[in-house]
């Protein structure tokens, strides 16, 4: 099951804040975040594992609530470089099943100077 | 090697003809997923492999489309009877399971004329 992310597009001025969201209709074990720039393949930014934890790298950080399947990630004073598309990827199990990695159809992000 | 590799980067194709795409994942790394993304879209769950379990193929979009792993390692996505449609790039990613990260390759685009 694909997880749905919102919002679809957002449009920034640098230093601005984004939060990009992410849930799914099934319980999860795991939520991912890359970034895709154009011509470029994804590039991992993080993995929360469900305990409800938060993660922060630089100024962007993630939160997953387990309970609801949901996460979110958090892009603070936003910089040029952070342009792209953002997708969430999902997983309901650790591994020991055929169950894959199922992404969302990706925030398309643009920050302008 | 050092990342997950993709062969060939590029490939154009009559309509009509078979291809194959070929992903050298990540030493040690028992999951592989292919996906593919067309222009602008997000990425499309094609199937998934989990060390010796039976793969995930519910992403597969007909029957013109087979993946194999061998030895665990190296996989090859073959398309039968090309279509226009298939045109995308196709991405591959291998994870140590399916709740870690997942490291992509820079994909192969796929033009069908």
């Known amino acids: 099951q694909q997880p749905v992310q919102s919002p679809q597009a957002v449009i920034l001025r640098e230093g601005e804040d984004a939060v990009i969201n992410c849930s799914s209709s099934k319980a999860l074990y795991s939520v991912h975040w890359y970034r895709q720039k154009h011509g470029e393949a994804p590039v991992f930014l993080m993995i929360l594992l469900k305990g409800g934890e938060q993660k922060g790298h630089e100024k962007i950080s993630a939160s997953f609530n387990e309970k609801k399947q949901q996460s979110s990630l958090y892009l603070t004073a936003s910089q040029l470089s952070y342009s792209g598309t953002y997708f969430c990827?999902?997983?309901?199990?650790?591994?020991?099943?055929?169950?894959?990695?199922?992404f969302g159809k990706g925030t398309h992000l643009i920050i302008q100077p | 090697g050092a990342g997950v590799s993709q062969s060939p980067s590029n490939k154009v194709t009559e309509k009509g003809k078979d291809v194959e795409l070929r992903c050298d994942p990540i030493s040690g790394h028992t999951a592989l997923y292919w996906y593919r993304q067309s222009l602008g879209q997000g990425l499309e769950f094609l199937i998934y492999?989990?060390?010796?379990?039976?793969?995930?193929k519910s992403g597969l979009p007909s029957d013109r489309f087979s993946a194999e792993r061998t030895g665990g390692s190296v996989s090859t996505l073959t398309i039968q009877r090309t279509q226009q449609e298939d045109s995308a790039v196709y991405l591959c990613?291998?994870?140590?399971?399916?709740?870690?990260?997942?490291?992509f390759g820079q994909g192969t685009r796929l033009t069908v004329v």
């Open positions: 990827g999902t997983a309901r199990t650790s591994g020991g099943g055929a169950d894959g990695l199922t």
């Open positions: 492999f989990q060390g010796n379990s039976a793969p995930d």
């Open positions: 990613a291998s994870s140590l399971g399916t709740g870690g990260l997942a490291f």
